[in-house]
């Protein structure tokens, strides 16, 4: 374990307000006595003056000490909240390392509250997602994270998984003793138990990740088919180059738009087709590895052509069919069977698209897609797809009887559910999921 004390500065880079400089580890009190001349009485905010390692008066704030084991990274911890002078800071920052304390890494502070037990890794993922977070539906959801809502959930279902491994084993460890038949009755309906709560979790944790991400929707079609000008009607601006010219778009042009707090990035594309031109083929071969990336697509198909124009793209995503230029098909705007008819340039039919975005992505009943999300990661999402799996498997193994073999995929699932929350999760894991935290976190 690792008992450097660390220090850094909590606030933006610049000039602003306030400069918080965040200390952690044994030596905090040490540092507190060196740098204003006692120590703060514990969690009281205390007016003080900030010292330099020559005593040297550098800056006048609030110094707050928060002794360990109660205090966010389980050590000693001292906050000293100055004015926020970039040059003041940094200068209090090299007082205090040399005064013995070390320049923390990025996410240290929370990487010591995990390794403390103060809180788990979905919890120490969510205090980065929470500040970060870019709306207020992925705000709260990044929040009921930090409070433990997922983690409460997933020590759920690791309590029950407990349970019915133990039955499982018993089944087959102890043969003779005609355990494995009430074992057996148990198991079945203990995995559907299960099951469902871990559906119910994934399906929570994947709105959660789309509230953090935002869904990836590409906009892909033949040339000409109307999918520039049905990009720039969804986001409100001229984003992408519309022109009567097949051929128009080849750069992917990206933009966000958020339709009732559901993050969508969109994706223009090149139409596809064979061509001669390098640019154009180099546009078309991006589309299709955008296609293969995007979570949802939207198939932009020009109505006033005929049925035998109209190819599928090369794709297994979740995908909504558009048919363009319906002011000259004269196809009534709204829903259609297959998807939904727009005049984008009039932006006739597009409302009706949009609830068919939303309902595509958050189910038919297109609830309010925050209630009760967890930020989950794709890290969480794709563990959860593999317990589900493996539990699916499971189930199957239960109704051959294979005894030995359901508690093979049980172990599975279980090792995988313990990764997501850090009960089991290699130091490789831990160092990119901490790397990616800001300093002062
Ligand atoms: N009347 C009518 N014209 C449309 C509609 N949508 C697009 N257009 C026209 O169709 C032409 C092609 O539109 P774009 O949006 O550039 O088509 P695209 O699919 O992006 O084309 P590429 O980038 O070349 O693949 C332009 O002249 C648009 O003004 C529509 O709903 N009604
Ligand atoms: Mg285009």
Not at 260 to 274: I, K
Not at 327 to 344: T, Y
Request: aromatic share 4%; proline share 5%.
């Amino acid at each position: 374990m690792d008992t450097d004390t660390i220090c850094a500065i909590a606030t933006p880079a610049g000039a602003g307000g306030l400069g918080v400089i965040r200390v952690s580890g044994p030596h905090a009190g040490a540092l507190a006595h060196a740098v204003l001349g006692r120590l703060p009485q514990p969690r009281f905010a205390t007016l003080a003056r900030f010292r330099d390692e020559a005593g040297q008066t550098l800056d006048e704030g609030i110094a707050l000490y928060f002794p360990g084991p109660a205090s966010f990274t389980g050590e000693d911890v001292l906050e000293l909240q100055g004015h926020g002078s970039p040059v003041v800071l940094d200068r209090l920052l090299r007082s205090l390392v040399a005064l013995g304390a070390r320049l923390a890494r990025p996410g240290e502070f929370t990487e010591r509250a995990f390794l403390n037990g103060k809180i788990d890794l979905v919890q120490a993922e969510a205090v980065a997602d929470l500040v970060a977070s870019a709306n207020e539906a992925s705000a709260r959801a990044a929040f009921r994270t930090l409070q433990g809502a997922f983690s409460e959930t997933l020590e759920g279902l690791h309590q029950r998984l407990v349970v019915l491994r133990t039955h499982v084993e018993a089944a087959f460890d102890f043969p003779d003793e005609s355990l494995d038949t009430t074992a057996d009755s148990a198991v079945g309906p203990a995995l559907q138990t299960i099951r469902a709560l871990v559906a119910e979790a994934l399906r929570r944790g994947r709105e959660g990740r789309l509230l953090r991400e935002g869904a990836h929707v590409v906009i892909v079609g033949a040339p000409n088919a109307g999918k520039s000008t049905l990009l720039n009607a969804l986001v409100g601006h001229e984003a992408a180059i519309v022109s009567p010219y097949p051929g128009t778009t080849r750069d992917l042009v990206r933009e966000t738009v958020v339709l009732d707090g559901l993050a969508l990035r969109l994706t223009d594309t090149a139409g596809l087709r064979d061509s001669d031109d390098p640019i154009e083929r180099e546009g078309v071969r991006r589309a299709e590895g955008v296609l293969a990336d995007a979570d949802y697509a939207l198939w932009v198909v020009d109505d006033t052509e005929g049925e035998s124009s109209r190819v599928p793209p090369p794709t297994t995503i979740p995908t909504l069919t558009v048919y363009t230029k319906i002011d000259r098909s004269g196809r009534p705007a709204g829903a259609c069977p297959g998807g939904f008819a727009v005049s984008a340039p009039t932006a006739v039919g597009l409302a009706e698209l949009r609830r068919g975005i939303r309902a595509l992505i958050l189910g038919p009943e297109s609830r309010s897609c925050e209630e009760g999300a967890f930020t989950a990661r794709r890290r969480h999402v794709e563990a959860l797809q593999y317990v589900a799996t493996a539990l699916a498997a499971a189930e199957a193994r239960q109704q051959e009887g294979q005894m030995e073999l359901v508690a093979e995929e049980l172990r599975r699932a279980h090792d995988r559910l313990g990764e997501i929350t850090g009960r089991f999760t290699s130091d490789d894991l831990l160092g990119r999921i901490f790397a990616d935290f800001c300093i002062g976190k």
